[in-house]
């Protein structure tokens, strides 16, 4: 659990807006991986948006777009979609929590498939 969390810290620890954008990218599909789901490392935005939507019922449409124009968008926008990205992600985890039941959850902690994304 410690190395995951220490991993985890280590991916947002930079002021890069498109290096945090992607970071908000791989905490998702690592949480995803570690519940079982295959997230292919190919798997575009709006694909991982759909896997949260299709598995969890989770709708991440704003984060999918927050991310998109954090990575990819003009500097300016970047930095505010880069705001809005990471509290989409606080709220997408939050959903992901209350939808899945303890044991699930002791199940994906304890995954090591986040480890290798």
Do not use: W
């Not at 599909?29 to 079982?36: E, I, K, R």
């Not at 002791?106 to 994304?117: E, F, H, P, Q």
């Amino acid at each position: 659990l410690l190395l995951k969390a220490l991993r985890r810290s280590a991916r947002f620890a930079t002021r890069d807006t498109r290096a945090l954008a992607a970071a908000c990218r791989r905490d998702v599909a690592g949480y995803l991986a570690d519940q079982g789901v295959d997230v292919p490392p190919s798997a575009t935005m709006p694909e991982v948006g759909a896997m949260l939507q299709r598995f969890y019922s989770v709708d991440a449409t704003s984060f999918v777009r927050h991310v998109t124009v954090a990575r990819f968008g003009p500097p300016a926008p970047a930095t505010e979609a880069l705001r809005s990205a990471r509290r989409d992600l606080r709220g997408i985890r939050r959903d992901l929590r209350q939808r899945l039941g303890v044991v699930s959850r002791v199940r994906g902690a304890l995954s090591l498939r986040s480890l290798s994304l």
